[in-house]
């Protein structure tokens, strides 16, 4: 019994430890924004829906919004290390940053951003 015992732990543990962790897009933010910060979020949120339906429905993937002057935005803002306006891609203890690609491509074009978020959430979500 002690045996069989022992064979159930090890096995909820090891499946514990291999499941796919959640997938979270983070936008952040300030409440003034230019047209291309905006593009930004608007693109990324919706290549994320695009992409991956059946994985939001699921939530094992999650974009998240963050305005940066709003009071209780501080504290996720520090979990993500986030300084100022950021594209995050986070998945357990990695953390991929995606700002610079955003800026670049999100308004002018939108199907390398595509590409971008693609090759990095691919990966985290098997």
Same mark, same amino acid.
């Given at each position: 019994?002690k045996?069989i015992?022992?064979i159930? !732990?090890?096995?909820l543990?090891a499946?514990?430890m #291999? *499941? *796919?962790?959640?997938?979270e897009? #983070? ?5 003034? @924004?230019?047209?291309?910060? +905006?593009a930004v979020e608007a693109?990324? +949120?919706k290549i &994320?829906?695009?992409? #991956?339906p059946?994985?939001?429905?699921e939530?094992?993937?999650?974009f &998240? =919004?963050v305005? %940066? $002057? ?5 504290? !996720?803002a @520090?979990?993500?290390?986030?300084? =100022? +306006?950021?594209? %995050?891609?986070i998945? /357990?203890?990695k @953390? &991929? $940053? %995606?700002?610079?690609? /955003?800026?670049? #491509? *999100?308004?002018?074009k939108?199907?390398? %951003?595509? *590409? ?5 959430? $691919?990966?985290l979500?098997?």
């Open positions: 019994m045996r015992f022992s159930a !732990i090890f096995v543990l499946t514990s #291999y *499941a *796919a962790s959640k997938v897009v #983070y936008y952040f933010h300030y409440t003034r @924004r230019c047209v291309t910060c +905006q693109e990324s +949120q &994320i829906s695009t992409l #991956y059946k994985e939001m429905k939530g094992k993937i999650e &998240i =919004g305005n %940066l $002057d709003e009071k209780n935005s501080k504290t !996720i @520090r979990k993500c290390k986030a300084e =100022g +306006q950021s594209l %995050l891609v998945s /357990g203890n @953390r &991929i $940053d %995606l700002t610079e690609e /955003g800026f670049m #491509y *999100a308004k002018t939108p199907e390398k %951003l595509k *590409a971008e978020l693609k090759k990095v959430i $691919d990966p979500l098997k």
